[in-house]
Nanobody
């Protein structure tokens, strides 16, 4: 069983930056594909970015490409999301997720991730 704990959320002005972190335990971290999802009020949870257990391949949703960077540190069992040039529409609860099934292709849908953190709030003011 994988346990995930996010940190780093907060309030930031538009154009600013935030860094989210997620600490994992309970499974060999280097075998996990890690992802970030987000859920804005009244909306469904959506995929943001992921980093594969294979060669650290990454994938981003179009709306964050060039602004967000996902990275992992297998020695520290952590995954991070560096968010820059933040926009009010980035406001959401951000969730860390883990895919334990050694997929070759990065999954972008919720049902492919079998461990979730509790979420951390990111608020971008205009």
């Amino acid at each position: 069983q994988v346990q995930l704990v996010e940190s780093g959320g907060g309030v930031v002005q538009a154009g600013g930056s935030l860094r989210l972190s997620c600490a994992a335990s309970g499974r060999t971290f280097s075998t996990l594909t890690m992802a970030w999802f987000r859920q804005a009020p009244g909306k469904e949870r959506e995929f943001v970015a992921a980093i594969s257990w294979i060669r650290d391949n990454t994938y981003y949703t179009d709306s964050v490409k060039g602004r967000f960077t996902i990275s992992r540190d297998n020695a520290k069992n952590t995954v991070s999301l560096q968010m820059s040039t933040l926009k009010p529409e980035d406001t959401a609860v951000y969730y860390c997720a883990a895919d334990t099934r050694l997929r070759v292709v990065i999954a972008t849908t919720l049902n492919n991730y079998d461990a979730w953190g509790q979420g951390t709030q990111v608020t971008v003011s205009s």
